[in-house]
Nanobody
Framework: QVQLVESGGGLVQAGGSLRLSCVAS????????MSWFRQAPGKEREFVAA????????DYADSVKGRFTISRDNALNTMYLQMNSLKPEDTAVYYC???????????????WGQGTQVTVSS
């Protein structure tokens, strides 16, 4: 089992920045691919970014490329999402997830956090 806890969400104006963190506990964090998903009200959960367990591979949704950066520190059992140039359409609950391999589909991830709210005002 892997337990995941997100933090760092909040209210920010358009154009601003936030950094989300996801702290893992339980089974060895470094063996898992990690990802961020988000879900806006009335919408399905969507892929945001993913990073492989050795940090050699990353993937981003087109909507966040060039604005968001995913990273991880295996020594701290922590994953990050640096979000710059935020837009109102980035407003959502952001979830971190852990799985066996990097993927864009939520079904590929076995472990999920509870989510952290990000609200971007215009």
């Amino acid at each position: 089992q892997v337990q995941l806890v997100e933090s760092g969400g909040g209210l920010v104006q358009a154009g601003g920045s936030l950094r989300l963190s996801c702290v893992a506990s339980g089974r060895t964090f470094s063996y898992y691919a990690m990802s961020w998903f988000r879900q806006a009200p009335g919408k399905e959960r969507e892929f945001v970014a993913a990073i492989s367990w050795m940090r050699s591979m990353t993937d981003y949704a087109d909507s966040v490329k060039g604005r968001f950066t995913i990273s991880r520190d295996n020594a701290l059992n922590t994953m990050y999402l640096q979000m710059n140039s935020l837009k109102p359409e980035d407003t959502a609950v952001y979830y971190c997830a852990a799985g066996r391999s990097i993927a864009t589909m939520s079904a590929q991830y076995a472990y999920w956090g509870q989510g952290t709210q990000v609200t971007v005002s215009s």
